[in-house]
């Protein structure tokens, strides 16, 4: 039985090491895609609490009150 949870690090890790010759560089790309997103998902939990919702003040294009985030 394998490890559980599969994380994206090592699901990444694995299937390097499945394709021997490989230089890492798409694996260095994709740890840092996962990165960004924890990063985003990290913000978008705390919108609310660090006041990145709401109104801008600003009116767009439509003539509608703009909204942050």
């Keep these: 039985m394998g490890q559980f949870p ?13 394709h021997p010759g490989t230089s890492g560089e798409l694996t260095g790309l994709l740890t840092q895609i996962g ?3 924890k990063l985003i998902a990290q913000d978008l939990r705390r919108a609310g609490l660090i006041d990145i919702l709401g109104a801008t ?3 767009n294009v439509q ?3 703009s909204k942050a985030g």
């Design 6 to 18: 599969l994380t994206l690090s090592r699901f990444i890790a694995k299937e390097q090491v499945a």
């Design 35 to 37: 990165l960004v997103g």
């Design 57 to 59: 003040g600003e009116i």
């Design 63 to 65: 003539g509608k009150q």
